[in-house]
């Protein structure tokens, strides 16, 4: 009997022990796990689906790495379907109110202006709070800016939707920028410039697009493309809030920053960013004026008809940079500019003589050098720019560019109304030739000095 017992009680002990054991293993590997999963991106899972996972306290599955490179390409495409979809409107507004081209042009300047003033104070929130954080406020931003233009009662309306759709394409273009070449997991490290130029003609292209067939065959033409614009806002809210958190482990309190270059890439860096300046310039163009264009040419009202050619310039901007994908952006940015400089003797012609055959020609021309320009910029700053200062320097980068197409859309506009759409035309090929010259003799003066740094 007492052996009986003595037995009995060392299986007891044996199993107490056991299962202490077994409970520390347990409690160490739920430890383990917390760490891992807390406030650090989820490492990618190479499946059929793209990778994702589980969130461990929810038990919702979020997004691998190649999800969140998707949904960041989805922000830059709505913040280009944000900024295209007033353009085919504009002489819908125009005729309705009776607005002269200056108003016009600046209601379309007024989204760049916005971005002028978020980019210097907000142009590094990504870096300190995440990629994913700042997205979700600056697609939010674009997704109000809707519901604005689809009610706007009078011009007013219209500076005050621009103004959040600037402010959140501020916020969400360089974040998403960066979000693409930090979630890169399917090609080398120009694949993500093709990818952001391709994803921001979609947007631009299907904007045009259904703007223009919204509006002529639908009713309520003012309001139909701002809907769809609302409900693309919030898919990519409902993306972005599956994707991986990605906040910084060391986060630091938030103060505006100056504009600055990172030490050693300043050459790189204008050349990147006049490059970059060179396609948008091309852009404000079309998309401010190109509607009283065709109206000058054809002397039609039917939208989608305008909508459709100025689509023809967005949708070769997204085929050209299914291609460039491995092109090196030096070799991008010099033929960019060269077809620039071509492009836009296309547009003085076509305005002086009237042809929509040289006008077609222009906007096949000009979307392919505005893909070279602006893919060959990208993809000079995505190479160059520090790690910790990307945030900021491609906000700089855009602030700087935007600057510029939105002094190139005002002064056409201004040019305009005091002369004619032909005389605005020349005035502005002129001056974005010379940004075309000085483009050229950076990269020359590049070339004379070394690699570009």
């Not at 054991?21 to 989820?42: C, M």
């Not at 930090?182 to 993500?192: D, F, K, L, V």
């Not at 071509?342 to 040289?358: E, F, G, K, T, Y």
């Not at 700053?381 to 900021?392: M, V």
Request: proline share 4%.
């Amino acid at each position: 009997m007492t052996r009986n017992n003595s037995n009995s009680e060392a299986r007891t002990s044996t199993n107490a022990d056991q299962s202490q054991l077994l409970n520390r293993q347990r409690s160490g590997l739920e430890s383990l796990r917390a760490a891992a999963t807390d406030d650090v991106p989820a490492p990618p899972i190479h499946s059929g689906n793209g990778g994702g996972r589980e969130d461990a306290g929810s038990g919702r599955r979020r997004l691998g790495h190649r999800g969140a490179f998707w949904a960041a390409a989805s922000v830059l495409a709505l913040s280009l379907w944000s900024m295209g979809a007033p353009s085919v409107l504009y002489p819908i507004y125009a005729d309705r109110w009776n607005l002269p081209a200056v108003v016009v042009t600046s209601v379309f300047a007024t989204y760049q202006l916005a971005l002028i003033v978020v980019l210097p104070l907000f142009g590094n929130l990504s870096d300190l709070f995440g990629r994913r954080r700042i997205m979700i406020a600056g697609v939010t931003l674009i997704g109000a800016s809707a519901i604005v233009f689809a009610f706007a009662p009078h011009v007013g309306f219209l500076y005050v939707g621009r103004v959040l759709q600037g402010a959140g394409a501020g916020l969400a273009m360089g974040s998403a920028t960066a979000s693409l070449i930090e979630n890169n997991t399917s090609g080398g490290p120009w694949y993500a410039s093709a990818v952001a130029t391709v994803a921001t003609s979609t947007g631009l292209t299907l904007a045009l697009l259904a703007s223009g067939v919204f509006a002529e065959f639908l009713p309520l033409p003012l309001v139909w493309s701002y809907i769809v614009l609302l409900v693309l806002a919030m898919g990519s809210v409902t993306a972005l809030l599956l994707s991986p958190d990605d906040r910084p482990e060391q986060r630091k309190r938030w103060r505006p920053q100056p504009p600055f270059v990172p030490a050693g890439i300043r050459i790189g860096f204008v050349t990147a960013t006049l490059s970059v300046a060179l396609a948008y310039c091309v852009g404000a163009i079309i998309l401010s004026l190109g509607a009283h264009m065709i109206d000058q040419i054809t002397d039609t009202t039917n939208s989608a008809f305008v909508g459709l050619l100025l689509a023809v310039s967005s949708a070769f901007i997204g085929i050209t940079g299914l291609f460039l994908a491995r092109v090196e952006a030096r070799t991008l940015i010099w033929t960019g500019a060269g077809l620039t400089v071509v492009s836009l003797a296309l547009m003085a012609a076509a305005s002086s003589l009237r042809s929509l055959p040289i006008f077609v020609a222009w906007c096949v021309i000009g979307g392919i050098a505005y893909s070279l320009a602006f893919s060959g910029g990208l993809g000079l700053i995505n190479r160059i720019a520090p790690e910790r200062h990307r945030g900021a320097t491609l906000s700089l980068l855009y602030l700087v560019a935007y600057v510029l197409q939105a002094s190139t859309a005002v002064g056409i506009g201004a040019v305009t109304t005091a002369t004619s759409i032909g005389v605005a035309a020349l005035v502005a090929a002129a001056a974005v030739g010379v940004l075309c010259c000085i483009v050229l003799a950076l990269l020359l003066a590049s070339r004379r000095a070394g690699p570009m740094r």
